[in-house]
């Protein structure tokens, strides 16, 4: 689940996202005074974000048609792509003949944008290819010229120094900003997880202490058992005192019986009876008794057995407590992570 | 008599077997006080009160010289009758009443020289399960005892003995 949100999805991402565009625009005026080349920033679609820096005015005759400014945008988006397919600064002949470049703004090898500059010539060749270029855009033939030779000269190795310094600041912004993007993400799922641990920590917290009051009771209920079982025992005692005493009165009927002659046999034959009777009464209550004292000794086991039950529940209980105050202090330290990642 | 019925008790551990013409009945030793007779033999135990008739406990145990020789409260007296009066034989318990055919006892003269101590053992009798020690109630007392115990009794008088508690 981490792997699959810490690799972002950026098919959708803009430039605007992803740089500071104010920042840029000071970025870029501030560079092109300095250097003394024009620069503007575009998206994928060759649309500028910023506004463009220190235009020639050669280059606003040129956007003044309709047809100038479609050859300039096809002439961006030939060089955009020529360094996008490079995936790095290039410099190129802009069809009104000025020496350009355009620099690549990559995320992760796709390209989100490009910085475009240039304006500049290596050197003035003749007036006829300007006039030229004037009739086909439909522009004043001697303004566009007297334009062109305002050109600033530059060579083609100042001009791509340059690009690359532009190309280098775009590219860091872009980076730190996905840097920064992947860390939010990253600390948005260490957030929720340790919810989810959180919440389960609490879960097992009441499972815990269910288990551990439902010990109790079954301890309770089996020490009620065992006082019935030695109720029973109580209750045996008195039978077997009974047995004994039918016994005693069969002896002593028999023995009446055999004093008494042939005129006891009948007699003799009842108190034989009365002897089996108490005689198997007495068994009864033996086995019951083996009954009851293996039923009391199961209570102890079982008892036994719940304790270990209930103290394993406590240390089950105190476990959780110590995981929930290390997760406390894990969520405090994500979030502030998370805070870091969101400050822009 | 050649199929008589005998009372069967046991003292520790083993069997012996009284015709019951010779027993008047049972009861239990916790069920009565036992009141001592100073200057008695050892084997009296002493007297108890059974309905209104002095009767002299005899501590079978002693009288047999058997190594384990104290009463329990779990004992019970076999009341004999010998001659004209009564006396409690102080058994572990009494039980079964069975039926023994002269067959079936061996006579004690084949198996012992006359000795002092096995003169009251009329017989052996053998069943499936035990040996039976049959004794002859009679000659439990020796004359000498008859001598000594009967006085005993005649001497004293029920009101004479609740006198003493």
Same mark, same amino acid.
């Given at each position: 689940?981490?792997?699959?949100?810490?690799?972002?999805?950026?098919?959708?991402?803009?430039?605007?996202?992803?740089?500071?565009?104010?920042?840029?625009?000071?970025?870029?005026?501030?560079?092109?005074?300095?250097?003394?080349?024009?620069?503007?920033?575009?998206?994928?679609?060759?649309?500028?974000?910023?506004?463009?820096?220190?235009?020639?005015?050669?280059?606003?005759?040129?956007?003044?048609?309709?047809?100038?400014?479609?050859?300039?945008?096809?002439?961006?988006?030939?060089?955009?792509?020529?360094?996008?397919?490079?995936?790095?600064?290039?410099?190129?002949?802009?069809?009104?003949?000025?020496?350009?470049?355009?620099?690549?703004?990559?995320?992760?090898?796709?390209?989100?944008?490009?910085?475009?500059?240039?304006?500049?010539?290596?050197?003035?060749?003749?007036?006829?290819?300007?006039?030229?270029?004037?009739?086909?855009?439909?522009?004043?033939?001697?303004?566009?010229?007297?334009? $062109?030779? /305002? !050109? +600033?000269?530059? #060579?083609? *190795?100042?001009?791509?120094?340059? @690009?690359?310094?532009?190309? =280098? &600041?775009?590219?860091?912004?872009?980076?730190?900003?996905?840097?920064?993007?992947?860390?939010?993400?990253?600390?948005?799922?260490?957030?929720?997880?340790?919810?989810?641990?959180?919440?389960?920590?609490?879960?097992?917290?009441?499972?815990?202490?269910?288990?551990?009051?439902?010990?109790?009771?079954?301890?309770?209920?089996?020490?009620?058992?065992?006082?019935?079982?030695?109720?029973?025992?109580?209750?045996?005692?008195?039978?077997?005192?009974?047995?004994?005493?039918?016994?005693?009165?069969?002896?002593?009927?028999?023995?009446?019986?055999?004093?008494?002659?042939?005129?006891?046999?009948?007699?003799?034959?009842? $108190?034989? /009876? !009365? +002897?089996?009777? #108490?005689? *198997?009464?007495?068994?009864?209550? @033996?086995?019951?008794?083996? =009954? &009851?004292?293996?039923?009391?000794?199961?209570?102890?086991?079982?008892?036994?057995?719940?304790?270990?039950?209930?103290?394993?529940?406590?240390?089950?209980?105190?476990?959780?407590?110590?995981?929930?105050?290390?997760?406390?202090?894990?969520?405090?330290?994500?979030?502030?992570?998370?805070?870091?990642?969101?400050?822009? | 008599?050649?199929?008589?019925?005998?009372?069967?008790?046991?003292?520790?551990?083993?069997?012996?077997?009284?015709?019951?013409?010779?027993?008047?009945?049972?009861?239990?030793?916790?069920?009565?006080?036992?009141?001592?007779?100073?200057?008695?033999?050892?084997?009296?135990?002493?007297?108890?009160?059974?309905?209104?008739?002095?009767?002299?406990?005899?501590?079978?145990?002693?009288?047999?010289?058997?190594?384990?020789?104290?009463?329990?409260?779990?004992?019970?007296?076999?009341?004999?009758?010998?001659?004209?009066?009564?006396?409690?034989?102080?058994?572990?318990?009494?039980?079964?009443?069975?039926?023994?055919?002269?067959?079936?006892?061996?006579?004690?003269?084949?198996?012992?020289?006359?000795?002092?101590?096995?003169?009251?053992?009329?017989?052996?009798?053998?069943?499936?399960?035990?040996?039976?020690?049959?004794?002859?109630?009679?000659?439990?007392?020796?004359?000498?005892?008859?001598?000594?115990?009967?006085?005993?009794?005649?001497?004293?008088?029920?009101?004479?003995?609740?006198?003493?508690?």
């Amino acid at each position: 689940m981490s792997n699959e949100k810490t690799t972002m999805n950026l098919t959708n991402i803009k430039l605007q996202d992803v740089i500071d565009i104010d920042f840029l625009q000071k970025f870029q005026d501030d560079f092109a005074t300095a250097i003394g080349l024009a620069s503007v920033t575009v998206d994928t679609n060759g649309i500028p974000v910023t506004n463009p820096s220190r235009y020639t005015r050669f280059c606003n005759y040129v956007h003044s048609t309709k047809i100038g400014d479609n050859r300039c945008a096809e002439s961006h988006r030939k060089g955009g792509e020529e360094a996008a397919r490079l995936g790095k600064p290039v410099t190129y002949e802009c069809h009104a003949g000025l020496i350009d470049f355009a620099a690549p703004i990559m995320l992760e090898g796709q390209l989100i944008g490009t910085i475009l500059g240039g304006q500049v010539l290596e050197n003035f060749q003749n007036e006829d290819k300007y006039k030229q270029i004037a009739s086909e855009i439909n522009v004043d033939e001697a303004a566009f010229v007297s334009a $062109a030779k /305002e !050109i +600033r000269l530059m #060579s083609n *190795e100042e001009i791509l120094a340059a @690009a690359e310094v532009l190309y =280098f &600041v775009a590219n860091s912004m872009a980076k730190n900003w996905y840097h920064q993007r992947k860390l939010a993400d990253a600390t948005d799922t260490l957030n929720e997880s340790l919810n989810q641990i959180a919440a389960t920590m609490e879960q097992l917290a009441a499972s815990a202490q269910e288990v551990n009051n439902s010990q109790k009771m079954l301890n309770a209920e089996i020490n009620n058992v065992n006082t019935m079982s030695e109720q029973i025992s109580e209750v045996l005692d008195f039978i077997k005192e009974i047995a004994d005493e039918t016994r005693m009165l069969g002896l002593n009927a028999a023995i009446e019986a055999a004093r008494a002659g042939t005129a006891g046999l009948g007699f003799g034959v009842v $108190a034989e /009876e !009365i +002897r089996k009777l #108490s005689s *198997e009464s007495k068994q009864t209550v @033996a086995k019951i008794r083996s =009954f &009851v004292d293996k039923i009391q000794a199961s209570i102890k086991n079982t008892v036994k057995i719940g304790d270990t039950t209930i103290s394993a529940t406590e240390e089950q209980s105190a476990a959780v407590q110590e995981m929930t105050a290390s997760i406390e202090e894990i969520s405090s330290l994500s979030e502030s992570l998370n805070e870091l990642a969101h400050s822009k | 008599m050649s199929n008589a019925q005998f009372i069967i008790f046991e003292l520790e551990k083993q069997q012996y077997g009284i015709r019951i013409d010779f027993v008047n009945g049972i009861n239990k030793l916790k069920d009565f006080l036992i009141y001592n007779v100073p200057n008695s033999p050892t084997f009296i135990e002493g007297i108890i009160n059974l309905r209104g008739k002095v009767i002299p406990l005899y501590n079978l145990r002693k009288r047999f010289n058997l190594a384990n020789n104290n009463i329990t409260k779990e004992d019970e007296i076999l009341i004999a009758i010998v001659d004209d009066f009564m006396i409690g034989l102080i058994v572990n318990e009494v039980i079964d009443i069975v039926k023994i055919s002269d067959e079936d006892i061996e006579p004690t003269n084949r198996l012992f020289s006359n000795n002092i101590y096995s003169t009251f053992i009329s017989g052996i009798a053998k069943t499936n399960e035990h040996m039976i020690i049959i004794l002859d109630v009679q000659k439990v007392l020796t004359a000498e005892e008859q001598d000594l115990v009967v006085p005993l009794i005649e001497g004293q008088n029920i009101e004479a003995i609740n006198d003493k508690i």
